[in-house]
Nanobody, 115 residues
Framework: QVQFVESGGGLEQPGGSLRLSCVSS????????MAWYRQTPDNQRESVAI???????TYADSVKGRFTISRDNGENTVWLQMNNLKPEDTGIYFC?????????WGQGTQVTVSS
C-alpha cells in the first residue's frame, strides 16, 4: 500500500519562500518518477515540477527559476523548494507519481500567498 504524505504548506507573503515535503511509504519509491502537482482554487490541477528516479528535473514555465524539486531515495522523500512566491502560486500541493496514479493521491498541503 503506497501512501504519500505532504507537509510544509502555510501562509506566506509574496516574495517569500516555503519548502514542501512528501514522504512515501512502500519500498518502490526509488523507481518512481515523482511530481508535485498544484490544485488551484478553481480546482484545476497541474504538475509544476517533475523529478526522475535519478534526479533529472522538469518544471512548468510558471515556476521555472523559482521552484526546485529534489529527492532522497534513501529517505523515500521528495521536496519542493519554493522561492519568490507569487499570489498565483496559491493552491493545494500534492505529490504523486508521474503520470499520476489516482489511488495514490494524499491530502495535500495548502499554500496561500497573500499580503
Amino acid at each position: 500500500q503506497v501512501q504519500f504524505v505532504e507537509s510544509g504548506g502555510g501562509l506566506e507573503q509574496p516574495g517569500g519562500s516555503l519548502r514542501l515535503s512528501c514522504v512515501s511509504s512502500g519500498n518502490m519509491f526509488s523507481t518512481y518518477i515523482m511530481a508535485w502537482y498544484r490544485q488551484t482554487p478553481d480546482n484545476q490541477r497541474e504538475s509544476v515540477a517533475i523529478i526522475g528516479s535519478v534526479g533529472s528535473t522538469t518544471y512548468a514555465d510558471s515556476v521555472k527559476g523559482r521552484f526546485t524539486i529534489s529527492r532522497d531515495n534513501g529517505e523515500n522523500t521528495v521536496w519542493l523548494q519554493m522561492n519568490n512566491l507569487k499570489p498565483e502560486d496559491t493552491g493545494i500541493y500534492f505529490c504523486n507519481t508521474y503520470p499520476e496514479i489516482s489511488r495514490y493521491w494524499g491530502q495535500g498541503t495548502q499554500v496561500t500567498v497573500s499580503s
